[in-house]
Every structure is written in C-alpha cells, then in structure tokens.
C-alpha cells in the first residue's frame, strides 16, 4: 500500500502517456520536475515555454498561464470564472470572453485540429478541461 501511495503522491495527479510504463513515466518527470511532459506537448514552468512535437510555440502571457494551469491539472473541470480569477488575478464576469477568447488561441497552437481536441475540450455550459491523449498501462500496475 505505501508503494501506491508514494505513486500517487509523486504524479500528483497525472497520468503517464500510453506508450509509456508509470514507472518510466513517473522517473521522467522526477528528473525534470519544471517540466510537464504530454504527448506531443511540452511545457517548461521555469523558463514559461512551450513545445509543440519539439518546435517552440510562442504563447502570450495570458496564454500560457490559462494552459499552465490546466496542464498542472490535467482532467480537473475549470469553469470560466476560475480560469479568470486565476489568470488575470480579476474578479469580473464581464471579462469572460477573454477567457474563451484565449482557449481559442491556445487551441490554434497546440491543437492538429481544433475540430478534435487532443489537449483542451470543453464541457458544455460547465467550463474546459485538459485531457491529453493519457492512460495508465493495466499491465503496468
């Protein structure tokens, strides 16, 4: 039981990419704890940069915090108002289409094809969530 423990405690969350054991998956981001590493998607939290299958994707200030968030989080519901509050350190609800507004922008970044997000979905009237293509390998357990 501690050794599920001390898994879980480690990933905070995360789940590893498919192709991937949780063990190496885990080991990974050990070794480079200011990086956040999803298929395809690189997220450097130090240095504020974003890789895109290795080429560097500029993103706004804005940007880039609403998706460091949410990549810190993968599969957690954020409604509009949170992302704002959290973003723009703001509590207004008239500037919510900002937020829309700046998914929108990150989706043409990082997104093949915004018609069928990988990273980014939206849930109807409840807000977005960060669900990369990820999984746990059963045999992996």
């Given at each position: 039981?501690?050794?599920?423990?001390?898994?879980v405690r480690?990933?905070?969350?995360?789940?590893?990419?498919?192709?991937?054991?949780?063990?190496?998956?885990?080991?990974?981001?050990?070794?480079?704890?200011?990086t956040l590493?999803?298929?395809?998607?690189?997220?450097?939290?130090?240095?504020?940069?974003?890789?895109?299958?290795?080429?560097?994707?500029?993103?706004?200030?804005?940007?880039?915090?609403?998706?460091?968030?949410?990549?810190?989080?993968?599969?957690?519901?954020?409604?509009?108002?949170?992302?704002?509050?959290?973003?723009?350190?703001?509590?207004?609800?008239?500037?919510?289409?900002?937020?829309?507004?700046?998914?929108?922008?990150?989706?043409?970044?990082?997104?093949?094809?915004?018609?069928?997000?990988?990273?980014?979905?939206?849930?109807?009237?409840?807000?977005?969530?960060?669900?990369?293509?990820?999984?746990?390998?059963?045999?992996?357990?």
């Amino acid at each position: 039981m501690q050794k599920i423990e001390v898994i879980v405690r480690i990933t905070k969350g995360h789940c590893p990419p498919q192709e991937q054991t949780i063990f190496e998956w885990i080991e990974m981001n050990r070794a480079a704890p200011d990086t956040l590493n999803y298929p395809g998607l690189e997220i450097n939290l130090e240095h504020r940069r974003v890789f895109k299958n290795g080429q560097e994707v500029y993103m706004s200030r804005y940007e880039y915090g609403v998706l460091s968030l949410m990549a810190r989080n993968p599969g957690q519901l954020f409604t509009k108002e949170q992302i704002f509050e959290a973003v723009w350190h703001q509590d207004s609800e008239s500037c919510l289409t900002a937020v829309t507004n700046t998914i929108g922008r990150i989706r043409q970044k990082i997104e093949d094809d915004r018609a069928a997000p990988v990273y980014i979905r939206t849930i109807s009237n409840l807000g977005y969530q960060f669900m990369p293509n990820i999984s746990v390998k059963k045999d992996s357990l």
